[in-house]
């Protein structure tokens, strides 16, 4: 079963069917059905926000150790 992913950001084509299809503007992933959008957004959502926490704290490393020095 191998899928041929149209330039069209609607459809996606797998064995001669064609789906309707959504596509997240963040990445660019194709996702059928539709409904499964919004969790895929959130993911990215999630993976942001560890980022940031991520970046806070090494920001919180760097000003210490700057102070310390």
Wanted: hydrophobic share 35%; with cysteine.
């Amino acid at each position: 079963m191998e899928a041929v992913l149209n330039g069209d950001s609607k459809t996606i084509t797998i064995e001669n069917k064609t789906l309707r299809a959504v596509k997240c503007e963040k990445c660019g992933a194709k996702m059928y059905p539709t409904s499964l959008l919004k969790p895929h957004l959130y993911r990215h959502q999630r993976r942001h926000r560890w980022f940031v926490t991520e970046l806070r704290k090494l920001q919180y490393t760097m000003a210490h150790m700057r102070d310390m020095a």
